[in-house]
């Protein structure tokens, strides 16, 4: 039996269903599980499993609560024709490295491999814990999670969902995919701000205990569908779990051989399921963490100091423009032996003085990283490259990450198989790719779209069709200190 804990040290014990409805502790912390499960069986033995068979087991072995059967619902509800790859995630070869494709759901971005089961875990864990009020569902994205959550929550009985985005920062397609999203129980709101200012304005929501009592008697109770969820962190490790089996499966690694993992890293949610699978027992070497201009988790893996008085870069990769990369809080308190006040600590210095500095048992534990970055140029002109080279497309993100792989490569000479975690559709940051593979300027991004379909030729994901021309159904903006009262008026 599992159960849910604070980062932070409190006795605020919780089953998984509690977890996934609370969404975050009562002291500010994030729940973690309180010990790490093993893989129930030998990875050569799920070699030739489908990934609906390997999320379910692994998705099992975390969440005790659930029986079989609401996970088997779970697990088949969420990963179906949804996804526009009959495999859900395929694994493509493409100049060195092989590249976990997570992005065929239907916003064409990874955040799907998550939030399409979230809404199923979350209505599952009501049904159980008898739930009866209306769950709220509070986000701020910083472009992708917004439309993966309203997509997924989108009319779901018993919830409303609220997404919040940065007026600065999110791309035109990103912006349009939330802005016209369908549903009676969906609202969307531009703040004037960053993506920090979101994420902030809402942790303050969480932490208003008089606001969620207010809420409580119009029947109403709020919970996120961040990566903050633990709800949302599970179900990513399977992914890798799956990556490692089909490499084997087609014989590219052999039992118990290593492989390295590169993931373009924001809110640290995906780089943290890497290597929870990697606690699971899937043989990983090294764990690249890979991040554009706002590179505090580079310097952090090099240095063990975390320090955000630094500029902030709207770049081209902007599901990574991220100061405060909040999933990083369980990775330290893991790295920590479970030490909650030690965590508490570091957390409190962050948010008063802008910076921690981890003791030396954390540092030691961060030796399984490596961090790297890379700006906009050498993004585009990786981007470029590949394409040139290998006829393969990638997105400003995993561009990133293919870049960072290629300096740890110059830098080690490690040959080890090496995973690329493939965030976004080519489609989704049209601009950029467009240009970094030569062609000509557009009108606007939905002209890139269709420019890059007859150019490459590669499919437009489905979701991303005809965007350009659906109703625009979602207009308001907010001050970033007004969050509470655009939560207020979608209740009503
Ligand atoms: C969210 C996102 C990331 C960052 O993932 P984290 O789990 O927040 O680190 C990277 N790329 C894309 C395309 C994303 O949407």
Redesign the pocket.
């Given at each position: 039996m599992i159960n849910y804990i604070s980062t932070r040290g409190s006795k605020d014990i919780k089953n998984a269903a509690q977890a996934v409805i609370q969404g975050i502790s009562h002291d500010k912390g994030l729940f973690v599980p309180d010990s790490m499960p093993k893989l129930s069986e030998k990875l050569k033995d799920m070699a030739s499993k489908s990934y609906q068979e390997i999320a379910l087991s692994v998705i099992k072995s975390f969440f005790t609560d659930y029986t079989d059967e609401e996970l088997k619902t779970c697990v088949y509800g969420a990963y179906d024709e949804k996804f526009e790859a009959k495999e859900i995630v395929p694994i493509v070869k493409a100049g060195d490295a092989f590249f976990l494709e997570l992005?065929h759901g239907r916003t064409a971005?990874?955040?799907d491999m998550a939030l399409s089961i979230l809404p199923y875990l979350m209505t599952t864990a009501m049904k159980k814990e008898k739930e009866d009020k209306k769950i709220v569902i509070l986000t701020a994205t910083?472009?992708?999670?917004g439309k993966?959550a309203l997509e997924g929550f989108a009319d779901v009985p018993n919830t409303e969902i609220i997404v919040f985005f940065p007026n600065e920062g999110v791309s035109q397609v990103q912006e349009r995919q939330m802005v016209t999203q369908e549903g009676k129980n969906t609202h969307v709101f531009a703040i004037k701000g960053n993506f920090d200012d979101a994420q902030t304005g809402v942790k303050k929501i969480f932490n208003d205990d008089s606001f969620a009592e207010e809420l409580a008697k119009i029947g109403c109770k709020l919970s996120s569908a961040n990566?903050i969820n633990i709800g949302r962190l599970i179900p990513?490790v399977a992914y890798y779990v799956y990556a490692y089996c089909k490499l084997l499966e087609k014989g590219e690694i052999t039992e118990g051989e290593k492989i390295n993992i590169v993931?373009?890293?924001?809110?640290?949610?995906?780089?943290?399921?890497a290597y929870y699978a990697k606690q699971m027992g899937v043989p990983v070497a090294k764990l690249i963490c890979a991040s554009n201009e706002n590179k505090v988790l580079t310097d952090f893996i090099n240095t063990g100091v975390y320090d955000i008085r630094r500029e902030f870069y709207l770049t081209n990769?902007p599901?990574?423009d991220?100061l405060i990369?909040s999933?990083l809080e369980r990775l330290l308190y893991h790295l920590s032996g479970g030490n909650g006040a030690e965590i508490s600590a570091l957390m409190e210095s962050l948010d008063k003085e802008k910076n921690y500095e981890v003791n030396s048992e954390i540092k030691q534990g961060l030796r399984d990283f490596y961090g790297g970055f890379a700006n906009i140029e050498e993004t585009n002109e990786t981007i470029g490259n590949m394409y040139n080279n290998n006829g393969y497309l990638m997105?400003?993100?995993?561009a990133v990450a293919y870049k960072v792989y290629e300096d740890y490569k110059k830098e080690t000479k490690d040959e080890t198989v090496t995973i690329i975690?493939s965030?976004?559709s080519a489609y989704?940051f049209a601009d950029s790719v467009a240009s970094s593979i030569g062609m000509a300027a557009e009108e606007d991004g939905f002209a890139y779209v269709e420019a890059l379909n007859k150019k490459t030729g590669v499919s437009v994901p489905a979701g991303l069709k005809g965007l350009k021309d659906k109703e625009i159904l979602h207009t308001g903006v907010v001050d970033k200190d007004a969050l509470k009262e655009a939560v207020k008026k979608s209740l009503k």
């Open positions: 992005y971005a990874f955040k910083s472009g992708d999670t993966a990566s990513q993931v373009p890293t924001g809110n640290f949610g995906n780089i943290l399921a990769s599901s990574m991220i990369s999933n997105d400003t993100h995993t975690a965030t976004a989704k």
